[in-house]
């Protein structure tokens, strides 16, 4: 158990769907973090909230849509996506972005297949 | 941006063999270095890290890593693989001195296979 936990696990939706993906740590920390984990590709970083502020957007396609209404929790919305979006999306928080010394714990993820 | 590279993609060792899997960084700042390991089925976890001090560390299950800054370079290595040891190992970097810079930036992994 890491204290950060994301559903649903796995999630099947077709390119006219919308859906969305739910993080919620319980390790009172203030920063937040989506990931997207591809095969065979690096960990992309897609979007960072601190103390419920995005600070960071990796130049994500506006189809998917973050949301972190406090700092326990964090949502993906996912809208029209495309086949290629799928994948593994992985939440992780960590104390905050002031310091920068400390680690990511991370959630089990999502896996997203979109047909 | 700072970037990590892992050049091992896919490793395959038997059992009591040795490891050592490269990571090096692109950054020249003061960074803070991590391993993560990612074992089959279960979520990412933290193996070791790097802030400051002592540039050798060790970590659990008999991990360790060693901080070359002249090499821009943070491998992670293990004495004797266990089975137990297959995953899929990830390297990352943060900045903390650099606002922009500050969530970390992880490198593709390299997938451990290790042979009974």
């Known amino acids: 158990e890491t204290g950060v936990t994301q559903t649903p696990r796995h999630l099947v939706m077709g390119m006219t769907n919308k859906k969305s993906l739910k993080c919620e740590q319980h390790?009172?920390?203030?920063?937040m973090y989506w990931y997207k984990q591809s095969a065979k590709k690096p960990l992309e970083l897609m979007f960072v909230?601190?103390?419920?502020?995005?600070?960071e957007n990796n130049s994500v396609p506006s189809r998917f849509s973050p949301e972190c209404p406090n700092s326990s929790h964090l949502f993906l919305h996912l809208h029209t996506l495309q086949p290629e979006d799928s994948a593994l999306y992985l939440c992780?928080?960590?104390?905050?972005?002031?310091?920068?010394?400390?680690?990511?714990?991370f959630g089990p993820g999502t896996r997203l297949t979109v047909t | 941006a700072q970037s990590v590279s892992q050049h091992n993609h896919h490793v395959i060792l038997s059992e009591a063999a040795s490891l050592e899997l490269g990571c090096n960084y692109s950054?020249?700042?003061?960074?803070?270095l991590f391993w993560y390991v990612q074992y089959p089925g279960q979520h990412l976890q933290l193996l070791l890290k790097?802030?400051?001090?002592?540039?050798l560390v060790k970590g659990i299950k008999g991990f360790e890593a060693e901080f070359i800054k002249s090499k821009f370079s943070f491998n992670l290595r293990k004495p004797s693989v266990q089975w137990s040891d297959t995953a899929e190992y990830f390297c990352?970097?943060?900045?903390?001195?650099?606002?922009?810079?500050?969530?970390?930036?992880f490198g593709s992994g390299t997938r451990l296979q290790v042979q009974p």
């Open positions: 390790l009172g920390h203030n920063a």
């Open positions: 992780a928080s960590s104390q905050d972005l002031a310091s920068g010394s400390d680690e990511q714990y």
């Open positions: 990352a970097v943060n900045a903390p001195g650099d606002t922009g810079r500050r969530a970390l930036t």
């Open positions: 950054y020249g700042g003061t960074v803070n």
């Open positions: 909230y601190n103390f419920k502020e995005q600070t």
């Open positions: 790097y802030f400051s001090g002592d540039p």
